[in-house]
């Protein structure tokens, strides 16, 4: 069974700093990853998907890599923002199903 | 593009009782799953329906069901409620089956069980 850990579960940075979020899973057999923010009480929003043949994917100030060999992906969010606090999943899917990891909140101080 | 749409919000129900939700995914979208969130066990997949046939289903028990329609609605119930089944419980949509498409979350419903 895929388990997917996301480390560290918590991160508060100031504001301007730029920052990497971790996710490793177990089996590198996967079909793409997904990274989501969640805010407090609300439903998740897709913040970029990766399939298995890429490297990374750009949106705006995100940026995902995916490193299948070492089941390892990173989120980087440059110039960070107070409107970045969220939790951040990632989600990885193995074809059959989504795994999520537990989360890392991130809080972003003014 | 409207998106992923969860009905109701939030419900209380007691122990015993049943409850169905509501997920209509966005429009053009075939699958949907359904996704159990509490603060111990984060995200736990409960199941996907893809034309109206349940793909794939997570390890619960058999009081959760669900059934998608003909337009890709999907219902989810959970009969004799118990205390640990309060939960936040997510649809997604997907336009492919299997999670190989990008996941669509909708706002959730917040089922509190007294």
């Known amino acids: 069974k895929q388990e997917v850990t996301q480390i560290p579960a918590a991160l508060s940075v100031p504001e301007g700093e730029n920052l990497v979020l971790n996710c490793s899973f177990t089996d590198s057999a996967i079909y793409n990853l997904q990274w989501f923010r969640q805010d407090p009480g609300k439903g998740l929003t897709s913040l970029l998907l990766i399939q298995s043949s890429q490297r990374e994917q750009t949106s705006g100030r995100l940026n995902a890599s995916l490193d299948k060999s070492s089941g390892r992906s990173t989120l980087y969010i440059a110039a960070s923002q107070p409107g970045d606090s969220a939790t951040y999943l990632c989600a990885v899917n193995t074809g059959n199903q989504f795994y999520f990891g537990t989360g890392t909140s991130l809080t972003v101080i003014p | 593009k409207a998106g992923v749409t969860q009905t109701p919000r939030y419900l209380i129900k007691t122990r015993g009782q049943q409850v169905t939700l509501s997920c209509s995914p966005i429009?053009?979208?075939?699958?949907v799953s359904w996704y159990q969130q509490t603060p111990g066990q984060g995200l736990q997949f409960l199941f996907e329906?893809?034309?109206?046939?349940?793909?794939n289903k997570g390890n619960f028990p058999g009081r959760f069901s669900g059934r998608q329609f003909s337009n890709s609605r999907s219902e989810m119930n959970v009969s004799t409620l118990e205390l640990g089944d309060s939960a936040l419980y997510l649809c997604?949509?997907?336009?492919?089956?299997?999670?190989?498409?990008?996941?669509?979350f909708g706002e959730g419903s917040r089922l509190t069980v007294l």
């Open positions: 429009s053009g979208h075939r699958s």
């Open positions: 997604a949509s997907s336009f492919r089956t299997g999670g190989s498409g990008e996941l669509f």
């Open positions: 329906y893809f034309s109206e046939t349940q793909r």
